[in-house]
């Protein structure tokens, strides 16, 4: 994934295939511990983006398509889906910063808003694919990943919320469930 990356809206840009999850202690908005991925993903499917608070432009835009993704999904997000917004700047991005960004969002308890200590965050950010040398620059993108089977996709971060809620049930189809 690249800064340059801005394919068309209206489809999934890439499937990605090189995704690891990175095993570190991140903190959510709550100042709690969360296991990553253990606790922060499970076998969910997963709809994760990236976004500093700091951010006047992009950022707030996706955060608000995902707090209209998570009110499409609905009885989903109870235990198969889970959204979580990490940051890319973990050393401004305090708990209380994220929390104060995130509760303009109203995220339901599965949506997770995530930061850390700037060495775990990083890791988890390149598992991901995504580089924090220059987060102001970083990637539009959301990944959709479903951890039972691998498969991860890369969507434009100006997807709608009918696009993601479409590619999570598309990956439901996939596992041979109708969620």
Known sequence: MDASHGETLDQTDATISDIR????????????DVAFPRDAVGDRIVVVNFVFTSCQTLCPLASATFKLAQDRLGA??????????LTLDPQTDTPQRLR?????????????WLTGKAMDVRSV???????????????????????????????????????????????????????
């Open 21 to 32: 999850l990175i095993d570190a202690t991140l903190v959510d908005k709550n100042g709690r």
């Open 100 to 112: 104060e960004f995130a509760d303009q969002f109203e995220p339901g308890s599965n949506w997770l």
């Open 125 to 179: 950010l390149r598992g991901l694919g995504v580089s924090d040398d220059n987060f102001t620059a970083h990637p539009p993108a959301t990944l959709i990943g479903d951890t039972k089977n691998g498969h991860w996709t890369q969507i434009n971060v100006q997807a709608t919320p009918a696009q993601i809620e479409a590619e999570v049930t598309r990956m439901f189809a996939a596992r041979g469930t109708t969620k």
């Open 76 to 85: 989903h997000m109870e235990d198969d889906v889970r959204l979580i917004t």
